[in-house]
């Protein structure tokens, strides 16, 4: 069965709220706060991530997840 992982970030709790609909339709579905912990994208079939946009920019720990895992992800 596919792995999938919901990574997101956020500081009001829109963005949470959004990952976690998303995830009610999906099978075998790992949400991961940005802010909050580490996950390796590699040990997981399908990656979603999500991140508010404040002034053209993503969430800090959103930034730093997609260059540290470019590689992973591309």
């Known amino acids: 069965m596919m792995k999938t992982l919901i990574a997101y970030a ?5 963005t ?4 976690r609909a998303l995830a009610i ?3 075998n579905v790992t ?3 940005l802010n ?3 996950v390796d994208p ?3 079939d399908g990656v979603i991530i999500a ?3 404040y002034s053209h920019r993503f969430e800090r720990s959103v930034k ?3 260059k540290t895992y470019q590689n992973v992800l591309e």
Do not use: I, K
């Open 10 to 14: 956020g500081r009001t709790g829109v």
């Open 16 to 19: 949470a709220r959004c990952a």
């Open 25 to 27: 339709h999906l099978n």
């Open 31 to 33: 949400l991961v706060d």
């Open 36 to 38: 909050a912990e580490a």
């Open 42 to 44: 590699a040990d997981f």
């Open 51 to 53: 991140s508010p946009v």
């Open 64 to 66: 730093s997840f997609l």
